[in-house]
């Protein structure tokens, strides 16, 4: 017999993606799908995912067949909930639609009453799925605070119905900051009180991811450095405490990359395709930005990159600081990115302080990050914390050397140099300030200026497997464990 995994996620690509849990969500349930079809019946996993049915997703060319209805209960009402399924090459998609799941409201909304009410229907919906398909679950598989409630949910329905009875669950956890606070109204309205469990801290009580965790049979961080950190006040979020009662049932799988989107040797969006046999031929794509920004067109001058999110988390103030430092070394500096406007109007004075070196592009383009990851030469990701990161995989790939803060995934993806380069790949620094970012740049430039070390670094990053294929089969031996 297969194993039945139910994958709970809010978004996933290529349906909607707003952020790195749409790659996640997009590439792993596929991934474990191809890797397992072929194989004997109690090797295969048969896979589903659900997604709220989103306006974004009604847009777009998918046409989901119309399946049925069945009701979601809160306390004073039925809810229908509409089930619509996509084949995704093999793999069924559900896709969940009803009244809070509203006609044209974003993914996430401003409000977190609005999409608490979402969130918490979509996730009882999820738990109603498998009676209405008749279909039993080995494995509920959740994601993050939106689906967090599904796993709280499971242990506090009252019968059970024969297709969840011998359910385990396994809640990944991407970024355990976002607790979904504002949920509480809803999750009351649903039949869902606060928990009585003293493991928890009481603020986090009612609150749906610390609700999921506590009852998941395994949680997973995106890294495995992550899931240590989540155990230090610094990281913790409060929780430190308590997720130390999970012991062994926390434990870390670093997320893989969408190597067929990101490969520099078949990638049209850049001017000059590569790989690591023709490395030289990189340098056009240098040159190429160079003259598409009206830079200084010179091989020598190190060019840094830093594509992102403009959010404190990313910490890109500590990089638009940290260059300061080194005014009277040659280097230029392309910036891209948006969000919090008071880091965009840094970004913006950078370049009004050195108009002849720095450029900052607001906004979001999903092209000019391709040329980027291709033609600068050292990549910059300053993040606070960061529980996996993927821009770090994509520059290694594409041999842009990044230098990046030492938290989460990127101390697990990438190999400090200290002193000889042996196999390493990037420079790592320690504390998230401005001056010791400076510290690394500089040491990094030192590199830089030996063109054979600098390109024994970026072969040894580009040559780094970092496929989803090793990770997906780590969840499935976490689904084969949980099932023993
Ligand atoms: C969150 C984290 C990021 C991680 C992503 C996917 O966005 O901030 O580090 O890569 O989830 O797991």
């Not at 063109?451 to 689904?479: C, H, P, R």
């Amino acid at each position: 017999m297969s194993i039945h995994v139910l994958f709970l996620a809010a978004e996933a690509e290529p349906f909607v993606k707003i952020g790195g849990l749409g790659d996640v969500a997009g590439a792993l349930p596929d991934t474990i799908y191809h890797l397992t079809k072929n194989l004997p019946p109690d090797e295969k996993v048969d896979m589903r995912v659900v997604l709220p049915y989103h306006f974004a997703i009604k847009q777009k060319e998918f046409k989901p067949k119309h399946l049925g209805q069945f009701n979601v209960h809160s306390n004073d009402r039925a809810f229908p909930c509409q089930v619509y399924e996509y084949d995704k090459d093999g793999m069924p998609i559900y896709f969940l639609d009803g009244e809070p799941i509203d006609e044209k409201s974003p993914v996430y909304s401003q409000d977190p009453i609005h999409d608490g009410y979402k969130f918490v229907f979509f996730s009882l919906a999820a738990l109603g799925l498998p009676e209405f398909l008749d279909w039993r679950v080995d494995v509920l598989h959740g994601n993050d605070w939106h689906t967090a409630t599904a796993i709280y949910a499971l242990n506090h329905l009252e019968s059970l119905p024969n297709t969840l009875k011998e359910t385990k669950t396994l809640h990944t956890l991407h970024n355990l900051p976002y607790m979904g606070v504002g949920v509480q109204q809803a999750l009351t309205d649903f039949g869902l009180p606060p928990t009585k469990d003293k493991s928890l801290p009481e603020w986090a009580r009612h609150l749906p991811l610390p609700l999921g965790l506590l009852y998941a049979d395994m949680i997973i961080a995106v890294s495995p450095n992550y899931a240590k950190e989540v155990l230090t006040p610094e990281f913790g979020c409060g929780l430190s405490e308590f997720l130390k009662t999970k012991g062994a049932a926390l434990d870390g799988i670093v997320n893989g990359l969408d190597t067929d989107v990101w490969n520099p040797e078949t990638d049209e969006m850049i001017a000059q395709k590569f790989s690591s046999h023709t490395l030289s031929l990189r340098m056009d794509n240098k040159r190429a930005l160079q003259q598409k920004f009206d830079l200084l067109v010179n091989d020598d001058i190190p060019l840094l990159t830093l594509i992102s999110r403009m959010d404190p988390q990313k910490g890109i103030d500590i990089v638009l600081k940290g260059l300061s430092y080194w005014a009277d070394l040659p280097w230029q500096a392309i910036l891209l990115g948006t969000g919090n406007p008071v880091v965009e109007e840094m970004a913006r004075q950078l370049q009004e302080v050195y108009p002849d070196r720095v450029r900052s592009v607001i906004d979001f383009n999903g092209k000019l990050a391709h040329q980027l990851y291709a033609g600068a030469d050292i990549f910059m990701m300053p993040s606070r914390y960061e529980p996996c990161g993927l821009s770090q995989m994509i520059s290694m790939r594409y041999g842009c050397v990044p230098i990046a803060r030492a938290t989460g995934g990127l101390v697990d993806t990438i190999e400090h140099i200290s002193h000889k380069v042996n196999g390493g790949t990037g420079f790592l620094f320690d504390e998230p300030y401005p001056s010791v970012f400076a510290v690394t740049l500089k040491r990094a430039l030192k590199h830089y200026a030996n063109k054979e070390t600098w390109k024994k670094i970026q072969l040894n990053g580009m040559k780094i497997d970092f496929s989803w294929e090793n990770s997906a089969q780590k969840y499935i031996d976490v689904y084969k464990a949980l099932l023993n």
